[in-house]
């Protein structure tokens, strides 16, 4: 079966510019996560779909950072303004809602702002 | 959620086994532990997950102690693909929450 894509594979932007990165899950899978992993570290959760409906945006930086996922299917994550700190590996995964935790991630866009 | 300890590095022979330990002795009785992991430039893979007895899938065994406080992931005979960070991941209701992982090298 096809994996998450996530699109673009790279980008680099300069502070208070905007981006958006965009991700296709896995086809039935109702449940979209988009992750921050900062280098060196684990990845954060920054928001969570299920459906077309946010179920945990807690950790989202809601001044600059906002997603969406119409339809329940693919979902777009933007940042406007950016800064110098969102710079970033933003990976999306997805997981059915009776697949418990066993998420599917893409590989990820990795952002400098510079 | 839980905290959890994991060792910051570990190396490996190519096949051989190796065992990566993972603390959580704040778990809860809900709590399942998760083990996730990350191939450079990738994103995070699934590889097992159990709540108190041992489990084994094509990927990997996972050892949990007795009271729950720690548990044993063990790559039965690694490969040089297996070089990754490993994640213990305690969780229950709440979201899946990642720490820092164990890098693991396997070396030929």
């Not at chain 1, 997805?94 to 066993?102: D, F, L, Q, V, Y």
């Amino acid at each position: 079966e096809a994996g998450v894509a996530q699109s673009p594979r790279y980008k680099i932007i300069e502070k208070r510019q905007s981006v958006a990165f965009w991700c296709n899950p896995i086809s039935g899978h109702a449940t979209l996560y988009w992750y921050q992993q900062i280098l060196g570290q684990g990845p954060k959760l920054l928001i969570q779909f299920q459906n077309n409906g946010v179920v945990d945006d807690s950790q989202l930086p809601k001044d600059r950072f906002s997603a969406e996922r119409l339809k329940g299917v693919d979902s777009t994550l933007k940042i406007q303004p950016a800064k110098l700190e969102d710079s970033a590996v933003y990976l999306c995964a997805s997981s059915t809602p009776r697949g418990g935790e066993k998420l599917f991630f893409g590989s990820g866009t990795q952002l400098s702002v510079l | 959620d839980a905290k959890t300890t994991q060792p910051p590095s570990m190396d490996c022979a190519e096949g051989r086994a190796a065992n990566l330990p993972c603390n959580h002795s704040t778990i809860s009785g809900n709590e399942y532990v998760y083990w996730y992991r990350q191939i450079h430039s990738q994103g995070p893979q699934y590889i097992i997950h159990g709540l108190k007895n041992n489990e084994t899938n094509e990927m990997a065994s996972l050892i949990i102690t007795e009271d729950r406080k720690s548990s044993t992931l063990i790559l039965p005979h690694a490969t040089l693909r297996d070089t990754a960070v490993y994640y213990c991941i305690p969780k229950g209701w709440g979201k899946l929450q990642f720490g820092a992982g164990t890098q693991v090298v396997v070396t030929p």
